[in-house]
């Protein structure tokens, strides 16, 4: 190796130190290895968006769900909420066992942390535009919908669940329905678009 290539590969390591003294670049690598370095169509973004926003909301409460029912003694005791009390009278209206509601709540509320999480994933993949999305999404939001009406009682999901709630899952499945439909179609030649290619596609078109 001769003085002027060593010297090159010194500059070289030197540069690749200060480019990771700062946060930045490990957070550039971080975003690129989640959501890959190019930047989907508008409507898939539109997609993301919208559904990350659900998702999270959903994610949040199930947390506070399960830390309030994990915390009930905690709560009575220093908020002087019967948390417990509640619960159980609900159950009993709903026509479960003593105690059995209580515990079905918090191993659904458990669960859909999971779920949501895993459909976060989903999101993911859809974002980078892989035909795996719609397992990581379809199959958590199923899931979800089934322990609400089945495992919890249908009349849980009719009576205790909000309408923003059955809103925000409506919406969730339309868009993953809709949004499979279109990138099917655009795997075939089609656009992502139900009103033609837009000229976002042209333009990415144009530089293939």
């Known amino acids: 190796m001769t003085e002027s290539e060593r010297e090159e590969k010194e500059r070289i390591k030197r540069e690749k130190i200060r480019k990771f003294e700062s946060p ?13 370095k190019q930047k989907p169509d508008m409507y898939t973004r539109i997609a993301f968006f919208v559904g990350t926003i659900i998702s999270l909301t959903f994610l949040l409460w199930s947390i506070i769900t399960y830390s309030a029912l994990v915390s009930r003694d905690w709560i009575s005791s220093q908020k002087g909420i019967p948390v417990q009390s509640i619960i159980e009278n609900r159950g009993l209206e709903l026509e479960f066992e003593s105690g059995d509601f209580l515990n079905r ?4 509320s458990a669960i859909s942390i999971i779920l949501w999480i895993v459909f976060f994933a989903g999101l993911v993949l859809l974002y980078r535009k892989k035909k795996l999305f719609i397992y990581f999404t379809i199959v958590p939001l199923a899931l979800h919908l089934a322990m609400s009406m089945f495992y919890l009682s249908f009349t849980y999901f009719a009576e205790d669940t909000t309408m ?4 925000a899952l409506l919406v969730l499945g339309l868009i993953l329905i809709m949004h499979s439909y279109l990138m099917g179609n655009e795997r075939k030649g089609g656009s992502i678009s139900f009103f033609g290619k837009s000229q976002e596609e042209d333009d990415s078109n144009s530089f293939e």
């Not at 709540?105 to 659904?108: K, S």
Request: net charge positive; aromatic share 14%.
């Open 24 to 36: 930045l670049p490990f957070v550039l690598i971080l975003r690129n290895l989640i959501f890959g």
């Open 105 to 108: 709540l918090q191993v659904a």
């Open 164 to 167: 923003f709630d059955k809103i």
